[in-house]
């Protein structure tokens, strides 16, 4: 097996290690941005003493240099620990070893090395010279004396640290010669002159100790920068004024004389974002950093770690609607991790730029995420500025975010003042002080996502010089180097320094609102009236072709007077959509059948000779969910719509109201467990609205689908919710769908649930036929008919919220595998796009036609039995016979561990009997429980004290 070859990459790696004799975690980014390291491989513990002992006597020499030392063999590192505390004549180190010895078990880092042995299994005698930015600099494999090897591995080090490809983001080794600068086109290659280099190369800043050096690093290492410099504090600006100032000046076209204004008064805002612009989302954030502290560069660990907790303490004053939480890197739970990645919030270590500029030091140490409720307000705490704020949501209300951007920056300076007596950097020439001179001034980005595709078709290249004139930047929605797909723009301000807030936010707009008249006017020219399809990948740019569309563009429905474009509204507007289409009546099905037809062929997997056949009768169900599924409720709905009258997306005022009077009539006829009340939405009380929210029963309007297709005109007269008395049964009127019928309850009687929908159904339907005469649409091929083509057939979606914690560490992409085998779809609890938290579950039927309802169920039922079953093998697999605590976030959580249990669990109180897992039966059944755990009698507060004591103490 070769060596690694030199100069390269160093493989990355990260491991268990014996640091100080102790077992810890090890990882070659720790010391990226920060140090050397010099990488030592060796045989194996106890033979090979003599390659560690020198190198541990050496150490001292290693860290003038600004260098760490480890040592790495095959061994485990319980081997480790065991050699580390091994007397000399056992071959061990005698508890005198100053370097980490890391485990390379599978000897897979040896083998990216090029030293694994594959015939012994042990890693060969090696030794890798590592830079502060991750570059293997020199290898060799040598069988020389090791001080001899240590003496000339010390001389490596210095002679590169000397030189242009030297140390520059961390240590104090500063090269002496004038450094070669990759970036040869960058303004550090025109701004950094020799002269100047003589001048300022050994200055350090107050602050922090920056130096000119690691200021310029990344122009040194790359050759692809335009600016290439980062400030280590707000010093680095002053101390190497000569450097910066002609830079910012020439970056951001401002005279040597300008001063910065700052004006975040919303109310100078003229005007917002069209309503017809497809705008995604909007987000404007800015940079903030508090004085005194080092700015990320050149931040020590202790001010890293002191703006943090400055932060912990400051969020908790903020005002109700930014209030939250702060979720700090360092310890974070998987699944709040994953949470705030699904909600593309997470900023994550391995840029290069930020790497060697030295701001990933100490990963993830001192770095964190703050956000509101509604997560439409962030800070993140440490990233490449102290403070990174930002103010977010869908749509296109740019006035609104920058209102709470504004609050929001005055909550945190008003909170870090109160805490610490400090203000924010706001210099007089160069307003709010940052890492990177480029976001110098407001420090403000203000953005939206906004799709272009008559721009698109006329020419990107053409799009960018027009924001050019515009003061505008262009980008690709996956940010400043993720390049550009589809027709879908970031499109923000151009400027940060010269202008102030309100001025950048007001181009914005303004730009945008232009753009998209352009656009329109480009789409004429090259499409024609043939929409452009902005859902690319959909079932409507599949089917709606131009022939089909020039066939069906004219024709209206005789119900409700729909049309072909209104039906596609959603993927036109849209670039996320799957199928893209709505019908507006039962006629839509019928007159635009060559769209329709192969479009829910292909989505339902049906042949075109298919006919649906339905099946209520609950009495076919065998079986239940089993005794101990954790199943938390169950709920199951369909849709139905009333002949002659159109669907949401097409039905008239008229005919809206008309339903609602039928409904509103029919359901004073509903008796036994089904009687209730209806609800109109129209004139509702709040305290009667507030309760029906309170309960998760209102839906409410907001949805860009549904507003789109249509289905919110006239919000919201005609709608309203009718329930029984122990809201276990509920009918929607006119959302979605004219009637959206639906039986739910606590627990996991499926059967019981269904059998109250089955009766509810036929109740609706007579009740109906008795007050107009009229049947539900139901078609012999499609079933019952719905406005989206998705619910057609039975349009039942039957569902459990059920606890799979030994799926969820078995692994949730395992877990959706497994029930597409089982027809079944797995969602968060909160809905279709709401992400997954935790290990709770939303299972459903996957199919609504080809299958019957009573099939349907069925498979519910059994596929969600099946899952439990295999839940349970996994909890033992991966638990043993330690309890899964649903409730992750109570006490008993935190008190309740594997050591604990392993003590107590066989302990059984004198008077009653009572044992540790009765005690904490809730906390392990729910995933509400604050405190979740009980006490059987007296003796459980003594025999279970370790538990006990500090939960109690705490709470």
Avoid at 224 to 245: E, L, M, P, R, T
Avoid at 648 to 656: A, D, F, N, V, Y
Avoid at 735 to 744: A, F, G, T, W
Wanted: net charge neutral.
């Amino acid at each position: 097996m070769p060596l690694l070859q030199t100069p390269g990459p160093a493989p990355d790696f990260a491991t268990h290690a014996v640091v100080n004799g102790n077992i810890g975690h090890i990882g070659l980014k720790d010391y990226q941005g920060e140090k050397y390291v010099c990488l030592v491989f060796y045989p194996m513990d106890f033979v090979y003493a003599e390659s560690i002992t020198p190198f541990s006597n050496r150490v001292e020499e290693f860290s003038k240099v600004n260098c760490a030392v480890l040592a790495m063999s095959t061994d485990s590192v319980y081997s480790h620990k065991a050699f580390v505390k091994a007397s000399r004549a056992d071959g061990g180190l005698e508890g005198k070893c100053k370097i980490p010895l890391l485990a390379d078990r599978s000897g897979k880092i040896s083998k990216k090395y090029g030293v694994f042995d594959a015939e012994e299994g042990i890693a060969r005698k090696a030794l890798v010279i590592i830079d502060d930015r991750g570059t293997a600099r020199h290898m060799v494999a040598s069988s020389l004396p090791v001080d001899k090897v240590i003496d000339d591995t010390l001389k490596v080090i210095q002679t590169f640290q000397s030189k242009s490809l030297g140390s520059g983001a961390g240590g104090d080794v500063q090269p002496s010669n004038f450094p070669i600068i990759k970036s040869k086109h960058s303004l550090v290659a025109k701004h950094v002159t020799k002269e100047k280099w003589e001048k300022l190369k050994n200055i350090k800043t107050k602050t922090s100790g920056f130096t000119l050096y690691k200021a310029i690093a990344v122009s040194v290492e790359f050759d692809n920068q335009h600016c290439g410099i980062y400030a280590g504090d707000w010093d680095s600006y002053k101390d190497f004024a000569i450097v910066f100032d002609p830079l910012i000046q020439e970056y951001h076209g401002i005279l040597p004389s300008s001063k910065h204004s700052s004006d975040m008064d919303v109310t100078k805002i003229k005007g917002n974002i069209a309503e017809d612009v497809p705008v995604h989302s909007c987000r404007i954030r800015v940079g903030r950093s508090i004085d005194g502290f080092g700015l990320s560069p050149g931040i020590t660990k202790d001010q890293r770690v002191g703006v943090e907790k400055l932060m912990v303490e400051a969020v908790k004053s903020f005002p109700e609607d930014l209030a939250g939480s702060y979720y700090p890197l360092t310890g974070m739970q998987e699944t709040v991790r994953q949470q705030l990645v699904d909600d593309h919030f997470l900023f994550v270590s391995g840029d290069r730029n930020l790497t060697v500029a030295g701001m990933e030091r100490d990963w993830p140490e001192g770095r964190g995420i703050f956000h509101n409720e509604k997560k439409t307000f962030l800070i993140w705490v440490n990233e490449e500025d102290q403070l990174r704020i930002i103010s977010m949501q869908m749509g296109g209300d740019v006035r609104g975010v920058f209102e709470r951007l504004a609050k929001g920056i005055k909550a945190v300076g008003d909170s870090v003042k109160k805490e610490s007596g400090k203000d924010f950097c706001l210099d007089a020439k160069y307003g709010y002080i940052h890492s990177c001179p480029t976001n110098l001034g407001t420090g403000m980005r203000a953005s939206v996502h906004v799709d272009l595709p008559g721009w698109t078709q006329h020419g990107v290249a053409k799009l960018q010089a027009r924001c050019e004139e515009l003061h505008l930047q262009p980008r690709g929605t996956r940010g400043e180097s993720g390049g550009q797909t589809g027709f879908t723009y970031d499109i923000s301000n151009k400027h940060r320094l010269g202008y102030s807030e309100v001025q950048l936010v007001q181009k914005m707009i303004d730009g945008v609102n232009t753009l998209w008249t352009e656009d329109k006017k480009y789409q004429k020219q090259y499409f024609g009236d043939f929409p452009f399809i902005a859902s690319q990948h959909s079932l409507v740019a599949k089917y709606v072709t131009k022939e089909k569309w020039d066939a069906l563009k004219n024709i209206t429905t005789k119900t409700s007077g729909f049309t072909l474009a209104k039906a596609i509204a959603c993927a036109v507007q849209f670039n996320n959509q799957h199928c893209g289409i709505y019908a507006g009546d039962w006629d839509s099905y019928k007159d635009f059948a060559p769209v329709f037809d192969p479009l829910i062929q292909e989505y339902h997997g049906i042949s075109a000779t298919a006919v649906h056949s339905s099946d209520m009768d609950f009495n076919k169900i065998q079986g239940n969910i089993v005794d101990g599924a954790p199943v938390h409720s169950t709920r199951i709905r369909v849709g139905r719509s009333i002949d002659g009258f159109g669907l949401s997306p097409g039905i008239t005022k008229e005919q809206r109201v008309g339903v609602e009077k039928l409904m509103a009539n029919a359901v004073k006829t509903f008796g036994g467990e089904l009687a209730g009340s209806y609800y109109p939405l129209a004139g509702m009380q709040e305290s009667v609205r507030q309760q029906l929210v309170d309960d998760h029963f209102l839906f409410v309007s907001g949805d860009r689908n549904l507003t789109v297709a249509g289905m919110e005109r006239d919000w919201p007269e005609g709608r309203g919710i009718f329930h029984n008395e122990k809201k276990t049964f509920l009918i929607w009127v006119n959302e979605e769908d004219q009637l959206r019928i639906i039986s739910m309850e606590n627990g996991g009687n499926v059967k019981g649930v269904f059998e109250r929908l089955c009766n509810g159904i036929k109740m609706v339907g007579e009740s109906v036929k008795k007050e107009c005469g009229k049947d539900f649409c139901l078609d012999k091929k499609y079933g019952y008919v719905h406005s989206c083509p998705t619910n057609l057939g039975t349009g039942m979606r039957a569902s459990v919220h059920i606890d799979l914690p030994g799926w969820t560490k078995h692994s949730v992409d395992k877990l959706k595998a497994r029930c597409e085998e089982l027809h079944l779809q797995p969602r968060g609890t909160r809905g279709e796009s709401g992400g997954q938290t935790g290990h709770t579950y939303d299972i459903s039927n996957k199919h609504r036609l080809g299958y019957s309802e009573v099939q349907l169920v069925q498979k519910m039922i059994d596929g969600v039995n099946t899952l439990w079953t295999e839940d349970k093998k996994y909890q033992k697999q991966y638990f043993g016979d330690f309890p899964f605590i649903a409730s992750q976030h109570s006490l008993v959580a935190k008190y309740v561990t594997k050591e604990k249990w392993d003590a107590l669990k066989n302990i059984t109180t004198k008077t009653s009997g009572f044992t540790l897992a009765k005690a904490i039966a809730c906390a392990v059944q729910f995933n509400n429980q604050h405190c979740g755990i009980y006490a059987g009698d007296w003796d459980s507060y003594k025999d279970f004290a370790p538990v006990f004591d500090p939960l109690i103490q705490e709470y």
